[in-house]
């Protein structure tokens, strides 16, 4: 067999950091982990080959070489994967489709009248069943299982199909699973609420692989809450690590999503130090408590938010937090909350999109039984397209939202919450990172381009002179700020002229949906 992994290419948001990816000259910020798993899960003796269309192209001859053509996506990647399939179509392709966006797109009844095989839900258990039934010659059209497999049994990712080089950082796996239960995420529908975890043994022999392709520099460690198992991480898994990271002069940069109690845990927050971790990140969502008690985000009820985050950066560790907007307690006030939080906090990266509801979720029933959801939805939630009717006024929503993102990504309050979160930060001292050429030319480009061409040039030269003289230390994570910062610039330019009056679409799936529940109502 000859097989094509394909991984569709994401939309330019605030989550893709394009726009900074080019100051380093890199193309993607992480490899498709998922695609290279499965790779390993195939026969040996196939041929494989991986076009990730966010650091390649696909070209014709790719798909006319492969025997089979795999597509894995999440849900934000839609439009790009039904592309890959249209072209995959007429060339006469056969098509396997799996990961997120198919598990998500087939609950809901969504057709994918060109895709020979759907294999859904953990590849763990619904790859091996059609790779039997395919070498039998009676592959079915749907696999599919709620079985939640023993992830210590998943094989090392297949590294040697990427050129790393194309990507900023590379990632790896140790949890699936998470214990809370927020009424809009989808990840407990996806992965469910027990965290199943990798062996340390396991987790070493994936780093050692890494290490041997010659990467040194930044891992994303991909769990949606790294901490899902505290008792484990500090008795085995971090201890591990720990020690093989001081055995090779700790050749990697740890990066990891955590939720907010965190900040209760002391030894944690050493041990994952000590590790080698710098960056986390946080889904803070609210300020508001009603609206938190709302989506039932568990660990930030009922506590100082701002010094649960600060407590997290004095032990030296970068948030970077993530936000919603469109809750239906949500207040007329909130956007101005939502201001004054991130400022007060110095989150200095701030990803701030509107409430959706994904299929399946508590939200999505919930808003179901109400008549609240609309047809379709991109999965982005920085693009206006929300998919179901706010309990606020639409256009105040979206005017809203924008006037968050036009405030927080302003030269002025970006370089204001970089002092504050700077006089927090107390980073680790006792290593040093690895001085990479792309990251020298990444700084002379910053010069010429935020410094000397840019309109907020002012603020860019007031950041790197104030750093130097107050903390020096920490000037290489002023200028990535500077260079986030222009991503944040140019991905929002893109939505500032928007107005819900050039989004006929939206405006009039709602109007229809509250005049059909209006009707209803009266019925």
Same mark, same amino acid.
């Given at each position: ?124 258990? +619904? ?26 049994? +998943? ?43 990798? +062996? ?92 938190? +008690? ?230």
């Amino acid at each position: 067999m000859k097989i094509l992994l394909v991984n569709p290419q994401f939309p330019d948001t605030f989550w893709s950091f394009r726009h900074a990816l080019k100051f380093i000259s890199k193309k993607a910020s992480f490899p498709p982990l998922g695609l290279l798993t499965v790779a390993a899960m195939l026969p040996e003796e196939w041929e494989k080959k991986l076009v990730d269309m966010n650091a390649t192209t696909l070209t014709d001859t790719d798909i006319k070489w492969a025997d089979y053509v795999l597509i894995g996506a999440m849900v934000v990647q839609q439009k790009s994967a039904l592309e890959v399939i249209d072209r995959c179509s007429k060339l006469d392709a056969k098509i396997v489709a799996g990961g997120p966006y198919f598990t998500v797109a087939h609950s809901v009844n969504t057709e994918f009248e060109n895709v020979d095989h759907l294999v859904l839900d953990e590849a763990e258990t +619904t790859l091996p069943p059609f790779l039997e039934d395919l070498e039998k010659g009676c592959a079915k059209p749907i696999y599919t299982s709620t079985e939640r497999p023993d992830i210590a049994k +998943t094989p090392i990712p297949l590294w040697s199909l990427i050129d790393r080089t194309k990507y900023s950082s590379l990632n790896i796996q140790y949890s699936r699973g998470c214990p809370f239960n927020c009424e809009f995420c989808d990840i407990i529908i996806l992965n469910g609420h027990m965290p199943r975890t990798k +062996t340390k043994e396991q987790m070493l022999a994936e780093l050692e692989a890494i290490y041997e392709q010659g990467w040194r520099g930044g891992m994303f460690i991909v769990d949606d809450n790294f901490i899902g198992n505290k008792r484990k991480l500090k008795a085995e898994i971090l201890p591990a690590i720990i020690q093989w990271m001081k055995e090779r002069k700790y050749p990697f940069i740890f990066l990891t999503e955590v939720s907010l109690n965190l900040a209760d845990d002391e030894e944690l927050m050493h041990l994952m130090i000590e590790a080698g971790f710098d960056t986390v990140f946080i889904g803070i969502e609210s300020p508001h408590e009603e609206s938190l +008690t709302e989506c039932n985000k568990i660990p930030n009820k009922t506590r100082d938010l701002a010094a649960s985050v600060k407590k997290i950066q004095n032990h030296g560790f970068h948030v970077l937090g993530g936000f919603i907007v469109g809750f239906d307690s949500d207040p007329l006030s909130i956007f101005k909350s939502q201001i004054n939080f991130i400022q007060k906090s110095g989150i200095v990266t701030a990803m701030v999109g509107l409430l959706i509801a994904p299929p399946k979720t508590r939200l999505y029933k919930r808003l179901e039984k109400e008549n609240r959801i609309l047809p379709g939805g991109s999965g982005d939630n920085t693009d206006f397209s929300i998919n179901f009717i706010p309990k606020m006024n639409y256009e105040v929503l979206v005017n809203g939202y924008k006037h968050i993102l036009d405030t927080i990504y302003s030269p002025k309050q970006y370089c204001e919450r970089i002092g504050t979160f700077l006089k927090e930060y107390k980073p680790h001292r006792k290593r040093r990172a690895t001085l990479q050429f792309c990251y020298v030319l990444a700084f002379f480009k910053s010069l010429w381009i935020l410094g000397v061409k840019e309109k907020g040039r002012w603020y860019y030269w007031k950041l790197l002179t104030l750093t130097l003289l107050k903390h020096p230390k920490a000037f290489p994570l002023s200028v990535t700020f500077a260079i986030q910062a222009f991503h944040f610039r140019k991905v929002f330019e893109k939505f500032s002229n928007i107005s819900v009056k050039d989004m006929p679409g939206i405006t009039k799936k709602i109007n229809e949906t509250e005049e059909l529940t209006a009707g209803s109502d009266a019925g």
